[in-house]
């Protein structure tokens, strides 16, 4: 009886030793390029390693893995803006069976990898990048949503027909021309002035911020709504945005007439409570699913150097390793090495590795993951120029008295949703309410011998809001005097229509008559 069981034990040491050498040789391997001075990159390597952790303990059977083709940090994180070393770090990464490449650069070395893929034939995933040309690069494909919709959008839910745009970095720039690119598509580049400002100096940008703090509103009569000075922030990183934000309050840019858009996918990441009592307005928008951000939270995560709290930025890098995981089991053939290696020792890559690339992106760009508890920023998937599509943005509120940002709405491909009520231009003049007034009183003795005033004492008061020049804006008359003859109206409707017409007041009468002022 032992010996039938030392002969089925060792028939399965053998089976499973089989399986698990099969399970092995099933692995894809990925290559990885991280600019070493951006923001957070040793917390996205972290966020890579968690990853793959998580990743190898949840595969099964017959799915293909993937793995890197770096041994450790300092291998993938390096200066991308040497655009040499990093073409010689792609043909390196080739050479050791990289089949794809996942690349986090600056603006600079995002140009250059869109001409080194192409080159190549390699795919190249980028999660915190945006493609904002469909000319750009065939093998290159972008994880990160784009933001250009959805801040048009919001101009128009608002009415706003000026807007500032202030950034600080070549990636602002290039969302600056898609936005006037936008704009032109949907027909509004007449209806909505944009007025840029770039930030050259983020430690004292004080005269930059009084330029705008100075300009003019230009204020319809018509608009019941308070006049709002619209601006759109977009600031490369958290410092920058820390230190605009200490100078927009010095400056006294937080108060109620301002409305801030930020134009970045973590707006819940920012710290806002400096401008809690300002009365300014925020609106921002988060890529972020909330029950991942909760699940998350609960994990193992902090074994990891400041992945937690998990970032929309660390949370698109390990979607788009997951992504890559579900394109890499679509495609399903590697079981030819020879189809990967190049040439020779140079960067030449051979006819079957060009042929293998094409067939992988076009993979890649069928793949389709829905949300769930593994994916952290929603579905994910890519249109025919590798640029996502199928996201949903959380829209996100500050006012007064906030003490963070919160949800009002979503932004999808059929447009926006919000709970806030916006104020839209009235065609008719609207009495405001609860305002202080700026009074001008002018003084009008009318001569004895009209029929309306009996002597030199009577005297009619005509009070006009705001200033009494001609097309002034909204303002306020009040029409007194002693001694009306109230059945008599002819020259009183006479002189209070013209008077209307210099000031474009809006007309209130007394109900009766009072006295002007210092009379018994």
């Given amino acids: 009886m032992n010996s039938k069981c030392v002969l089925v034990g060792y028939f399965w040491t053998i089976f499973t030793s089989f399986l698990d ?41 017959g799915w293909v893995q993937i793995q890197a083709t770096e041994k450790d940090r300092d291998e993938a994180l390096f200066d ?11 043909c390196a990464k080739i050479r050791q069976g990289a089949k794809a490449l996942l690349f986090v650069g600056t603006s600079k070395s995002n140009v250059a990898m869109h001409s080194i893929a192409d080159k190549l034939s390699i795919p190249v995933l980028m999660p915190l990048s945006t493609k904002y040309s469909q000319t750009h690069s065939e093998f290159t494909v972008s994880l990160q949503p784009s933001l250009i919709r959805p801040i048009i959008d919001v101009i128009q839910k608002n009415g706003w027909k000026q807007v500032f745009y202030l950034f600080d970095s070549d990636e602002g720039l290039l969302r600056l021309q898609s936005l006037f690119q936008e704009l032109g598509e949907r027909h509004l580049a007449n209806d909505v002035i944009i007025r840029s400002r770039r930030i050259t100096n983020i430690s004292d940008s004080y005269e930059l911020l009084r330029s705008v703090d100075r300009q003019e509103l230009n204020c319809s009569n018509l608009e019941p709504c308070r006049c709002t000075r619209p601006i759109i922030l977009d600031l490369s990183t958290i410092a920058a945005f820390n230190e605009t934000r200490k100078q927009i309050i010095d400056v006294g840019m937080n108060r109620e007439h301002y409305h801030y858009l930020l134009a ?40 990891y150097k400041g992945l937690c709290p998990v970032s929309h930025k660390s949370a698109l890098v390990m979607d788009t390793l997951e992504f890559l995981s579900y394109a890499v089991n679509k495609t399903g053939t590697y079981n030819n090495p020879s189809m990967f290696t190049p040439n020779s020792n140079g960067c ?5 590795h060009r042929n293998f690339g094409r067939k992988f992106l076009n993979a890649i760009k069928e793949t389709k993951v829905q949300g769930s508890s593994n994916i952290g920023t929603g579905t994910l998937a890519l249109d025919s120029y590798g640029n996502r599509k199928d996201y949903v943005l959380n829209v996100k509120f500050f006012t007064f008295n906030f003490s963070k940002l919160e949800k009002v709405g979503i932004w999808q491909e059929t447009g926006l949703s919000i709970k806030l009520h916006y104020c839209k231009p009235s065609k008719e003049p609207v009495a405001s309410h609860n305002r202080t007034w700026i009074i001008t009183t002018i003084v009008v003795k ?10 030199e004492k009577h005297i009619v008061y005509l009070t006009c809001g705001s200033r009494i020049f001609p097309r002034s804006g909204k303002g306020k008359m009040l029409f007194a005097g002693k001694g009306w003859e109230w059945g008599r109206w002819s020259l009183g409707l006479f002189l209070v229509t013209m008077l209307y017409r210099v000031c474009e007041c809006n007309i209130c009468f007394p109900l009766e008559p009072f006295l002007p002022f210092g009379e018994n």
């Fill in 21 to 61: 050498s099969n399970v092995q040789s099933s692995v894809v391997k990925i290559g990885f390029i991280i600019h070493k001075e951006i923001e957070d990159s040793s917390k996205l390597w972290s966020a890579i390693e968690y990853k793959f952790k998580k990743m190898e303990i949840s595969v099964g059977r």
């Fill in 80 to 90: 991308t803006e040497e655009i040499f070393k990093l073409h010689q770090s792609v």
């Fill in 264 to 303: 970045n996918l973590g707006a819940d990441e920012l710290d806002l409570s400096s401008f809690k009592y300002g009365g300014m307005n925020v609106t921002g928008f988060s890529i972020k699913d909330p029950p991942f951000e909760e699940n998350f939270q609960q994990s193992d995560c902090y074994s």
């Fill in 348 to 352: 030449d890559v051979s006819e079957q």
């Fill in 446 to 455: 009318l001569p004895k011998t009209t029929h309306l005033i009996r002597d």
